[in-house]
């Protein structure tokens, strides 16, 4: 750390966070990937379900980051959220919904017990999707 202080590269980095690489550039990045891969797979007839890991691709703490700027929110907008599963509110994700359900984790990571139950819990979204498509 010291080290990018004294050459500079430190206060270059969060310049780069701050203007060209922050949240909200990844977030609009992430949707408009899931828009277009949404759009392949919806094209080609395949069924598909997304789900998050955690909801900050969505959300800055409590703020929705669709309410940032039109741009976010006409991205957003595009997105399928019939094609989704969430664990709860808020577009909850895997990881969140087994920390607050206090299952057994690894180092960093949910361990058997969390990813069977989270499946039982998302069969019957991809059940009725993969209906969709007979």
């Known amino acids: 750390m010291q080290i990018a202080r004294d050459n ?5 980095a969060e310049a780069i966070y701050k203007y060209g690489a922050n949240m909200y550039h990844e977030a ?12 392949i797979l919806e094209k080609k007839k395949i069924p598909f379900m997304f789900t998050l890991a955690d ?3 969505f959300y800055d703490y409590h703020s929705h980051l669709k309410d940032v700027d039109t741009l976010l929110n006409a991205l957003y907008s595009e997105i399928d959220f019939t094609k989704w599963h969430s ?6 994700g895997f990881n969140q919904w087994a920390t607050f359900n ?16 989270a499946v039982k819990l998302m069969l019957p979204t991809f059940e009725k999707i993969r209906g969709e498509y007979k």
Request: no cysteine.
């Open 28 to 39: 609009y990045l992430s949707w408009k990937s899931i828009v277009w891969l949404q759009n």
């Open 87 to 92: 664990f709860g509110e808020r577009m909850m």
């Open 8 to 12: 500079g590269t430190s206060k270059f």
């Open 102 to 117: 206090e299952y057994e984790y690894a180092t960093t990571h949910p361990l058997d017990k969390a990813h069977k139950d």
């Open 55 to 57: 909801n900050s691709l």
